[in-house]
């Protein structure tokens, strides 16, 4: 097996991996894999052949084995996808090569996501509406963003515990994703797993946060319409109405509405509304749902369809692509100029600069403005 890159450019196998280049890599099996203008250096392994495409995409441009990957990917084959996913997570070098390779591909499914309060209900509603969608013969992707374990990172609930029913349907993918300590809700990944999504073709791609009830803007910036889900009986119905959450909603959803309660909670749902006037006009609907029963789904389903409509007439879902992706590219020049600090100064100076503003050494203002200045000169 070879990864040829055309011409000189290829990869040759050796017993030991050595650096040659500036340019290397840390590789997942302990090894280096290393550059310089002509030859590529990597380990010698039985298990290459199961991550071959992402040594392709930390090495090289597309080659054949890769762009193969890259199709099954984009006809929805789930271990390509996986893999992908698993990329990007883990925050492999190849990844932004991965993503910059399927971002044009994507841009086609809608967005749902889905928040509330702990206990609302969420995942029983994204159940029923992929069983909803999945009768349209439209292919469903689902994010469930769960807390991190504190001792592993990864995510405590976990997609297969809840929806198993979904297993053998290929015309559903599941993820869970941890937030990893991620404010806001979403898992830092989050945005780049809906893009992978997005690619492989899936029609409808529900995003279903963590609920933590009051946090839960960040899912406005990846969602094309965002469903806030309130349960009554609860006791901190009104604390969430008052906590701004509610102004993220493009439709209510009061699930469990056969409990005691539910009317309270619609009638102050619709004094809020009284209050303030939407930016685009839209009173967001307010449905009632046994997401347990499957009751209310339908009504709910229709009201996303008519949300949609609303959105293509008055042309304000490429206004809103637009806003999220200012907020969107303002946080990833954030998180890439963090990056760039912490690897230029290591966890030892950042350490050492602590303990100095600490102890009224030096003013926190004035470092962090010499620390920006030192990365604008690399």
Not at 7 to 34: A, E, M, T
Not at 51 to 78: A, M
Not at 288 to 307: F, M, Q, R, W
Not at 326 to 336: F, G, V
Request: glycine content about 10%.
């Amino acid at each position: 097996m070879g990864c040829h890159a055309g011409g000189r450019h290829r990869l040759r196998y050796k017993s030991r991996p050595r650096r040659v280049g500036r340019i290397s890599f840390d590789w997942p099996f302990g090894s280096q894999i290393s550059k310089d203008r002509t030859r590529w250096s990597l380990p010698r392994t039985s298990e290459l052949d199961s991550v071959f495409p992402t040594l392709c995409f930390t090495l090289i441009s597309l080659n054949h084995e890769t762009q193969q990957w890259l199709e099954r990917l984009r006809g929805g084959d789930p271990r390509a996808l996986a893999r992908a996913i698993s990329m990007v997570e883990n925050r492999h070098p190849g990844a932004p090569e991965v993503l910059k390779a399927l971002f044009p591909h994507s841009g086609r499914a809608r967005i749902l996501g889905l928040t509330g309060a702990p206990g609302a209900g969420k995942s029983t509603l994204v159940d029923q509406l992929a069983r909803h969608y999945r009768k349209q013969s439209k292919t469903v992707g689902i994010i469930a963003v769960d807390p991190s374990s504190p001792y592993s990172g990864g995510a405590i609930l976990g997609d297969r515990i809840r929806m198993q029913n979904h297993f053998a349907d290929p015309g559903i993918y599941i993820r869970s994703m941890a937030t990893r300590g991620s404010l806001g809700g979403l898992a830092r990944a989050t945005a780049d797993v809906t893009t992978l999504l997005d690619a492989s073709g899936r029609d409808l791609i529900m995003i279903e946060t963590v609920g933590v009830g009051q946090a839960e803007i960040d899912v406005v910036r990846l969602a094309d319409i965002t469903v806030v889900i309130l349960v009554p009986g609860m006791g901190d119905d009104v604390q969430t109405i008052k906590a701004g959450i509610m102004e993220i909603a493009d439709i209510f959803v009061i699930n469990k509405s056969d409990r005691e309660g539910a009317e309270r909670v619609e009638r102050e749902i619709r004094a809020l509304q009284s209050l303030a006037m939407r930016g685009d006009n839209w009173t967001p609907p307010i449905v009632k749902t046994v997401a347990s029963e499957g009751a209310g789904v339908s009504e709910l389903a229709d009201a996303i369809e008519k949300y949609e409509a609303y959105l293509a007439k008055e042309n304000l879902l490429q206004k809103r692509n637009v806003e999220n992706w200012r907020e969107r590219l303002i946080e990833m020049l954030r998180d890439a100029m963090l990056e760039k600090a912490r690897a230029q100064m290591g966890d030892g100076e950042v350490g050492r600069y602590a303990e100095e503003v600490a102890g009224h050494k030096r003013d926190p203002y004035t470092l962090v403005e010499e620390i920006v200045g030192k990365l604008g000169k690399y």
